[in-house]
């Protein structure tokens, strides 16, 4: 009979190896798009197989019983049923919907294996954990490093993911190579975003537990700078600065109010002193797709009046305050249905802010507002009860304890940045991260299940 509890950890080690290096693997030893989909779908079935195998063994040991299901399971089944009607009311395909679903719920799967298995992993497990994500990180940001020194011919060449047709698929296609910025790394992730979000919750994961266990501390701070120094060469601002920002949000959190008062008023001063050395009139912004530019000069253009012009005319500043206003004001609580096509072409015909979408990725950067116009106001906010509630959960079960839990303390850090996240990039459709977040909220809720039981046995015992 199978051990559950390091069966669970074996395949937990087994999904984050494969998510991290699987679009190199792939790129280079697979031919043809087909055996490249099944092989990309296989993780996913393995993880729902699982789940159906741990629900099917509950039913027959009767322990399913013992399963309660709370406010944010309903907030689940309640959006799934939005979802449903919504793309029925708008004429969209079914199948189509559920494949955009699929992308950013899939991994909520093995947060339910985790959930009902009550499983959390005992410090061996942990410290296995710890040394195989700090290998990755290790081996990702080497490779990234090598992959802007060598240049974009030896990143296609040896790391570059196959790029899929979407119109053969119909499946979201991969971001061609020739749209990468030039002189970005990508490690083995083939996308930048990928990679910059798996090393900021590594990051995260790093630094809480330097600062729970401090024998580790070293170490641990060390692998968080690597971390940001990986995400630098992926020249995405968004995560790197959603990284620099972990350290503030731990003291706050572990009430060290005068280190947040003291680095915030150090970053301040740099960003002052940054400014004032650099005349702000004097940094040209250029399109690094088109020009190259190195990580310093990519993060400058941050500095640069012409971006933030560009971006509230034409970019995620745009989107957000135009279509994300037309969106909330179109009076359509469901939205337009999660079928993708359907909704674009329901949009394209309104005119106006949403008829500018027509030809433009511009789902692809800001997913809050894009979940605004596929799942609606209502949806959106279903979803983020959803979060706040196992949020909430997580932050009880630390109040109710004194044991220094890193994975549920990451995960009250990464739920809390979420959503700036969501904002910069659809982070939970990112594999890696997304698998990673889900576990961590998975691990938090089990511990709060296990800790509410063992209180409610020793109230009993008391009273007894």
């Known amino acids: 009979m199978i051990r559950i509890q390091p069966f669970i950890f074996i395949v937990l080690i087994c999904l984050i190896l494969l998510f991290s290096f699987e679009e190199m693997l792939y790129g280079r030893l697979l031919n043809g798009e087909l055996s490249y989909i099944l092989a990309k779908t296989f993780s996913e079935l393995l993880v729902y197989g699982i789940l159906f195998l741990v629900v099917v063994a509950k039913c027959l040991d009767k322990s399913i019983s013992n399963f309660r299901v709370t406010k944010a399971d309903f907030c689940i089944l309640f959006f799934l049923m939005l979802v449903f009607i919504s793309t029925l009311i708008n004429n969209g395909d079914l199948f189509k919907a559920l494949i955009n679903l699929r992308a950013m719920m899939r991994y909520i799967a093995f947060y339910y294996i985790i959930v009902l298995l009550q499983w959390t992993p005992t410090s061996r497990q942990l410290d296995i954990l710890i040394k195989v994500l700090s290998l990755i990180v290790i081996t990702q940001v080497g490779f990234t490093l090598l992959q802007h020194v060598l240049g974009e011919e030896f990143r296609d060449r040896f790391f570059a993911p196959p790029v899929i047709k979407a119109e053969l698929t119909e499946i979201q296609s991969l971001v061609n190579n020739l749209e990468t910025k030039i002189g970005v790394g990508y490690g083995s992730f083939g996308r930048p975003a990928a990679l910059a979000f798996f090393l900021f919750i590594c990051a995260i994961i790093f630094f809480v537990y330097g600062s729970c266990y401090k024998n580790k501390s070293i170490s641990m701070y060390l692998m968080y700078f690597l971390c940001l120094i990986g995400i630098f060469y992926t020249y995405k601002r968004g995560p790197l600065l959603l990284t620099l920002s972990i350290p503030i949000i731990w003291w ?33 912004y250029v399109k690094a797709k088109e020009v190259s530019l190195s990580p310093i000069q990519s ?161 009993k015992n008391t009273i007894g």
């Not at 433009?360 to 983020?384: C, H, K, M, Q, R």
């Open 252 to 284: 706050w959190f572990v009430g060290h109010r005068f280190r947040v008062m003291l680095l915030g008023a150090i970053m301040l001063s740099g960003v002052i002193a940054l400014m004032m050395v650099s005349n702000l009139s004097s940094i040209e």
């Open 299 to 459: 993060l400058m253009q941050l500095l640069s009046i012409e971006y933030w012009q560009n971006t509230s005319s034409g970019s995620r500043g745009w989107f957000i305050m135009e279509v994300g206003k037309e969106a909330i004001t179109s009076f359509k609580p469901l939205g337009y249905g999660a079928d993708v096509n359907n909704a674009q072409s329901i949009l394209a015909a309104k005119g106006g802010a949403f008829g500018k979408l027509v030809g433009w990725n511009a789902f692809e950067d800001v997913f809050v507002i894009a979940s605004l116009i596929y799942y609606g106001p209502l949806g959106l906010l279903v979803l983020t009860l959803f979060l706040i509630l196992i949020y909430r959960r997580s932050i009880f079960f630390l109040k109710q304890t004194s044991n220094n839990n890193v994975l549920v303390q990451s995960f009250r850090i990464a739920c809390f940045l979420l959503p700036l996240a969501l904002f910069m990039e659809r982070a939970l459709e990112l594999r890696a991260f997304s698998f990673i977040f889900w576990t961590l909220a998975g691990v938090s809720i089990a511990s709060s299940i296990k800790s509410y039981s063992i209180n409610e046995k020793d109230i």
